[in-house]
Every structure is written in structure tokens, then in C-alpha cells.
């Protein structure tokens, strides 16, 4: 169970790394159309606006339509063959399934207590998908369908028919079935998700008025969850869904950028709805603190190496966002510390939703800087003042935090603990274990026509498989932000976190049979070369 809640945790990933982008684009476009801030030249008439709204319109593609793309991108990590063509799959059926709730409540929509009259959009619960109008449900809607339909792919999709339906196999036999699902699926949806709506409307309630004691105890769990691969479960349907505002938080903030860059009321009245995303402000300003007192406590001779070991993650965090390569250097070896991470993460965005510090803070500082800071700063830089004094006062709390309890317990972080031989070996190594040919024979592990010396990527690679008990231990593998999601048959083949970090990961979490190997920002290519290894990159 936990190993396919870590996988629907990770697909659900994939669409969220198009915001960085989107969301420059909007926050760009969002600035040079605000003639509060750009002046005469952003008047409606003018070509820099008609310009600039035409980006913005495109800009707001990944943010208008995140159910179809979470219907077309969880196949990508959770189909077991074929993914691609899972993926058109899922889309097809998908508006199927809207077409059939659109008709339904064209017919019924008095009897089922739905206003489908209702504007688009609205607090009514409708909405408009790919042209399709129909029930808003958000990606749970298009989470539901395309888990359906990812089910009967990896069920059905190597049925082997009689010759002279051939036509039928395949994509098209999967969508048969799938087409047969969604109509009995559709009929439940109609009945039972404008109940659910209410319930929804009344949890949104409770949740703002939590106030600054609910952003921090959401920030605390989304740290803690980390090492598990499940916060992104947590934070998806308040960002990307309706549990807290029509649209989810991210894309009713992009479409609210126009009216919060013209206003000058505190953007805590303008929208309270977006405290939630304060999970960044550990990312921009906690981990630096952190980064600092590793380096003081390092033992004075290594500090160099551990200088250029935390230059880079810490600049990943801080830019992008991505808080794992540093969080694993000392996850491992001092959990206690990750703990108190978590709490001083919650106690910083607790403190900005106090001083009326709010928007969409849950990136780096990239994503905040387009999305906050660049096209609000005319009329909020004075509530983004407030929030670099505290950001910056907590760094110094991470800071003397963190250099005391690693001295007072003696916590091997980097540069305090001995050193380990770190090698990588060679493919020869790896197939001379395996029993296989050595790679003279011009096949190197099911890659044709490559050098017989190995590159460093590709030892690396190589390692990380022997690591994980060999390629026939491993079952299946996908990606995620930084970390390989590897599904083995033995757990008991895994090798310990240390042994991962020698090789040059950050480290490695095994769940039973599921195993997370956290690799960085390039864990994309490093995945491409593991295939490569396991010969299944065709």
C-alpha cells in the first residue's frame, strides 16, 4: 500500500514542474499590464497591453486547465507499460467522462439539485473543461478517471484478440472498456459530487479561519512528510484543487494577479485563501541557517569541501525551491534535526501569516519573484519588507539553533564525521558480478553500439543499480522532483543509506518494497541512464 501511495505521490509531481515557467510568464505579464505600475504605456489600447495580454493569455494555460493535465500526467509515473499511450487513453476517456456528465445534467440537472445554468467558474460548482461543460470537479475528477483508466491499461492492454479483430487491440481496446466504465462512472459522479461540494464549502470555512495555527501546522506536515514521498498529497488539493478556493489556490492567484497588483489594501484581506502556500519561506530563508551552521561546525580542515557541497544545494533550495539535496545530508544521520526543521518551518510561516505576509509562497525564489514580488511590489513592497526582516531574523534562529544541538549531541553532519572511500566502479565490475559478457562484445547492458569505457554517468548508474540488489531486484522505476521511486522485489537486496551517499547520491529510503533514492535536480538523466543499465529505455 505504501509503495502505491509513494507512486500516485510522485506522478502527482509531474504537472507541477510546468509552474515554474507559467508562472514567470504570468507574473511578467501581470506587471506589464498594470498601469498603476508600468504607466501610460500599459493603457488598454495600447500595443504593449493587447502585446502583453496575448502572452498572458497563453501564460495562463497550465493554470486554466490543471485537471486535463493531471488526467493526461499521472499515467506517466503509474502505468506500467507503455505510458505514452496510456496517456492518450486517459485523456480520451476523460472528456468522454465530461461528456457524459454534461449530457446527464443537461437532462436532469432540477432533479439532481445542480444549477447548471450557473456561470462557469463560479462558486456553483461548474465548470468549463476543454470546451466541455460539466461538473467542477476539479482533479479529483481527473484523478479519479484517469486512476480508472490507468487500472484497465495495466490490465488490459496485452490482451491478444482474434486476427480479424486486430483493429481492436491494444489503445483502442483499453478505451472500449474504458468508454463502457465511464458512463455507470459519470451516473455516481452526478448523484453524489454536488453533496460533496457542500461538504467542501464548510471545510473550506473551518480551515481560514484557523488562521496562522493552521498555516503552521500545514507547513509541519509537509516537512515531516518529506521523507516519505507523501507531502505531495498533501498540499495538491489546496494548491491545485477547490478544498480551499474555485480553481485551487495557485491558479485562482494567477487570475487574481490583475486585482491584487491594483489594489492596496493588505493582501491578507485581498486573499486570505493563500496562506497556505507559506512552505517556501523554510526554502529561502531556514536553509541557508542551516547550511551555515554545518559549515562552522565542520571540522576546520574539510570546511573547504563542505563549503562546495552546500553552495550548490543551498542556491538549489533558495532559486528553485527544491529543499531535498540538503535535507537528505542530514536526514540520515540526525533525524532529530529534521524534526526541529519542520518546527521552526512551521514557527516562520506562522509568524509571516501574523504580520499579513501572504500570497503564493511555496517555491523558491524564482516562483516568488514572478508570481509575488515583481508584479505586487508597487503596492505590497512594503508587506515584502516586513517579510525579508523576519525572513532574515530566522535565519539567525536556524543558525544558533543548529550549531548548538549539533555540538551539544555531537551530530555527524558534513564535515564532522569520518571520511568514507567513495568509488565508483566500472561496468566491467558490474557485469563480472552478474555473470554477463564483458562489454568487448559491443552490447553493454542491452545499449548497442556504445564506447567499451564507461563514463562517469554511466558507473554512477551502475552503481545505484548494484545498490539496489541488481537489475533483477528491480521491478519497476520512475522520477520525481530529485528522487529515483524504484520498486523492488527484496528489500532485504537494498543496500543502507550510507552505501548510497558513498556512491554520490544524498541518500536512500526503503518502504518496504518501495525505495526512494534521492539523487538531485538531474535525477531526470540519471533515471535515463538506469533504464539504460536495466535495458529498458526502448
Same mark, same amino acid.
Given at each position: 500500500?505504501?509503495?502505491?501511495?509513494?507512486?500516485?505521490?510522485?506522478?502527482?509531481?509531474?504537472?507541477?514542474?510546468?509552474?515554474?515557467?507559467?508562472?514567470?510568464?504570468?507574473?511578467?505579464?501581470?506587471?506589464?499590464?498594470?498601469?498603476?505600475?508600468? @504607466?501610460?504605456? &500599459?493603457?488598454?489600447?495600447?500595443?504593449?497591453?493587447?502585446?502583453?495580454?496575448?502572452?498572458?493569455?497563453?501564460?495562463?494555460?497550465?493554470?486554466?486547465?490543471?485537471?486535463?493535465?493531471?488526467?493526461?500526467?499521472?499515467?506517466?509515473?503509474?502505468?506500467?507499460?507503455?505510458?505514452?499511450?496510456?496517456?492518450?487513453?486517459?485523456?480520451?476517456?476523460?472528456?468522454?467522462?465530461?461528456?457524459?456528465?454534461?449530457?446527464?445534467?443537461?437532462?436532469?440537472?432540477?432533479?439532481?439539485?445542480?444549477?447548471?445554468?450557473?456561470?462557469?467558474?463560479?462558486?456553483? @460548482?461548474?465548470?468549463?473543461?476543454?470546451?466541455?461543460?460539466?461538473?467542477?470537479?476539479?482533479? &479529483?475528477?481527473?484523478?479519479?478517471?484517469?486512476?480508472?483508466?490507468?487500472?484497465?491499461?495495466?490490465?488490459?492492454?496485452?490482451? !491478444?484478440?482474434?486476427?480479424?479483430?486486430?483493429?481492436?487491440?491494444?489503445?483502442?481496446?483499453?478505451?472500449?472498456?474504458? $468508454?463502457?466504465?465511464?458512463?455507470?462512472?459519470?451516473?455516481?459522479?452526478?448523484?453524489?459530487?454536488?453533496?460533496?461540494?457542500?461538504?467542501?464549502?464548510?471545510?473550506?470555512?473551518?480551515?481560514?479561519?484557523?488562521?496562522?495555527?493552521?498555516?503552521?501546522?500545514?507547513?509541519?506536515?509537509?516537512?515531516?512528510?518529506?521523507?516519505?514521498?507523501?507531502?505531495?498529497?498533501?498540499?495538491?488539493?489546496?494548491?491545485?484543487?477547490?478544498?480551499?478556493?474555485?480553481?485551487?489556490?495557485?491558479?485562482?492567484?494567477?487570475?487574481?494577479?490583475?486585482?491584487?497588483?491594483?489594489?492596496?489594501?493588505?493582501?491578507?484581506?485581498?486573499?486570505?485563501?493563500?496562506?497556505?502556500?507559506?512552505?517556501?519561506?523554510?526554502?529561502?530563508?531556514?536553509?541557508?541557517?542551516?547550511?551555515?551552521?554545518?559549515?562552522?561546525?565542520?571540522?576546520?580542515? #574539510?570546511?573547504?569541501?563542505?563549503?562546495?557541497?552546500?553552495?550548490?544545494?543551498?542556491?538549489?533550495?533558495?532559486?528553485?525551491?527544491?529543499?531535498?539535496?540538503?535535507?537528505?545530508?542530514?536526514?540520515?544521520?540526525?533525524?532529530?534535526?529534521?524534526?526541529?526543521?519542520?518546527?521552526?518551518?512551521?514557527?516562520?510561516?506562522?509568524?509571516?501569516?501574523?504580520?499579513?505576509?501572504?500570497?503564493?509562497?511555496?517555491?523558491?525564489?524564482?516562483?516568488?519573484?514572478?508570481?509575488?514580488?515583481?508584479?505586487?511590489?508597487?503596492?505590497?513592497?512594503?508587506?515584502?519588507?516586513?517579510?525579508?526582516?523576519?525572513?532574515?531574523?530566522?535565519?539567525?534562529?536556524?543558525?544558533?539553533?543548529?550549531?548548538?544541538?549539533?555540538?551539544? $549531541?555531537?551530530?555527524?553532519?558534513?564535515?564532522?564525521?569520518?571520511?568514507?572511500?567513495?568509488?565508483?566502479?566500472?561496468?566491467?565490475?558490474?557485469?563480472?558480478?552478474?555473470?554477463?559478457?564483458?562489454?568487448?562484445?559491443?552490447?553493454?547492458?542491452?545499449?548497442?553500439?556504445?564506447?567499451?569505457? *564507461?563514463?562517469?554517468?554511466?558507473?554512477?548508474?551502475?552503481?545505484?543499480?548494484?545498490?539496489?540488489?541488481?537489475?533483477?531486484?528491480?521491478?519497476?522505476?520512475?522520477?520525481?522532483?530529485?528522487?529515483? #521511486?524504484?520498486?523492488?522485489?527484496?528489500?532485504?537486496?537494498?543496500?543502507?543509506? @550510507?552505501?548510497?551517499?558513498?556512491?554520490? *547520491?544524498?541518500?536512500?529510503?526503503?518502504?518496504? !518494497?518501495?525505495?526512494?533514492?534521492?539523487?538531485?535536480?538531474?535525477?531526470?538523466?540519471?533515471?535515463?541512464?538506469?533504464?539504460?543499465?536495466?535495458?529498458?529505455?526502448?
Amino acid at each position: 500500500m505504501m509503495k502505491a501511495i509513494q507512486r500516485f505521490g510522485g506522478a502527482l509531481f509531474t504537472p507541477a514542474m510546468l509552474f515554474a515557467f507559467a508562472g514567470v510568464v504570468v507574473g511578467l505579464g501581470t506587471l506589464f499590464t498594470t498601469e498603476s505600475i508600468m @504607466g501610460p504605456i &500599459a493603457a488598454a489600447d495600447t500595443t504593449w497591453t493587447k502585446f502583453w495580454t496575448v502572452i498572458l493569455d497563453g501564460g495562463w494555460t497550465v493554470f486554466n486547465q490543471l485537471p486535463l493535465l493531471f488526467a493526461v500526467a499521472l499515467p506517466i509515473g503509474l502505468a506500467k507499460k507503455q505510458a505514452g499511450r496510456c496517456c492518450l487513453e486517459a485523456f480520451v476517456s476523460y472528456l468522454t467522462f465530461n461528456y457524459f456528465v454534461s449530457s446527464m445534467l443537461s437532462s436532469w440537472a432540477p432533479e439532481l439539485g445542480v444549477d447548471f445554468s450557473a456561470t462557469a467558474g463560479s462558486a456553483e @460548482g461548474i465548470a468549463t473543461i476543454a470546451g466541455i461543460r460539466t461538473l467542477d470537479m476539479g482533479i &479529483a475528477g481527473a484523478l479519479l478517471v484517469s486512476g480508472v483508466v490507468i487500472a484497465l491499461h495495466n490490465r488490459f492492454f496485452d490482451t !491478444r484478440l482474434p486476427e480479424w479483430l486486430g483493429v481492436f487491440s491494444g489503445s483502442t481496446f483499453v478505451y472500449m472498456i474504458a $468508454f463502457l466504465v465511464m458512463l455507470p462512472l459519470a451516473g455516481v459522479v452526478v448523484l453524489v459530487w454536488p453533496k460533496v461540494q457542500v461538504g467542501m464549502h464548510v471545510f473550506q470555512q473551518v480551515i481560514l479561519n484557523a488562521g496562522s495555527a493552521g498555516v503552521g501546522i500545514f507547513v509541519f506536515l509537509e516537512r515531516v512528510l518529506i521523507p516519505f514521498g507523501l507531502h505531495h498529497l498533501l498540499y495538491a488539493p489546496f494548491y491545485y484543487d477547490n478544498v480551499i478556493v474555485q480553481g485551487g489556490i495557485y491558479a485562482a492567484w494567477a487570475n487574481a494577479l490583475p486585482d491584487l497588483a491594483a489594489s492596496t489594501r493588505p493582501l491578507a484581506e485581498l486573499a486570505p485563501w493563500a496562506s497556505l502556500t507559506a512552505t517556501g519561506w523554510s526554502k529561502l530563508f531556514g536553509i541557508p541557517g542551516i547550511a551555515a551552521a554545518f559549515y562552522v561546525t565542520a571540522r576546520p580542515e #574539510r570546511r573547504k569541501r563542505v563549503l562546495a557541497l552546500l553552495v550548490p544545494v543551498t542556491l538549489t533550495s533558495v532559486l528553485c525551491g527544491v529543499t531535498e539535496p540538503i535535507e537528505y545530508t542530514f536526514l540520515f544521520v540526525a533525524p532529530q534535526l529534521f524534526v526541529v526543521h519542520a518546527a521552526l518551518a512551521a514557527c516562520l510561516s506562522m509568524t509571516m501569516n501574523a504580520f499579513g505576509v501572504v500570497g503564493v509562497f511555496s517555491g523558491g525564489l524564482i516562483e516568488m519573484s514572478s508570481l509575488d514580488f515583481v508584479p505586487l511590489s508597487a503596492t505590497h513592497g512594503q508587506t515584502y519588507l516586513v517579510a525579508l526582516a523576519i525572513g532574515l531574523c530566522f535565519t539567525v534562529i536556524y543558525f544558533l539553533v543548529f550549531r548548538f544541538l549539533i555540538l551539544r $549531541f555531537d551530530f555527524k553532519t558534513p564535515g564532522r564525521a569520518d571520511e568514507e572511500d567513495v568509488r565508483l566502479r566500472t561496468q566491467d565490475e558490474y557485469r563480472d558480478a552478474h555473470g554477463m559478457p564483458r562489454a568487448q562484445d559491443g552490447k553493454r547492458l542491452g545499449v548497442e553500439g556504445e564506447k567499451a569505457d *564507461a563514463s562517469q554517468e554511466d558507473a554512477y548508474a551502475i552503481r545505484l543499480v548494484e545498490l539496489l540488489g541488481g537489475a533483477e531486484n528491480i521491478e519497476g522505476i520512475t522520477s520525481c522532483a530529485t528522487r529515483l #521511486r524504484v520498486d523492488v522485489h527484496d528489500p532485504e537486496k537494498v543496500a543502507a543509506s @550510507g552505501a548510497f551517499v558513498a556512491a554520490g *547520491a544524498r541518500g536512500a529510503v526503503c518502504t518496504g !518494497r518501495a525505495v526512494q533514492v534521492i539523487v538531485g535536480l538531474n535525477v531526470t538523466q540519471v533515471a535515463e541512464r538506469v533504464e539504460k543499465v536495466l535495458g529498458r529505455d526502448e
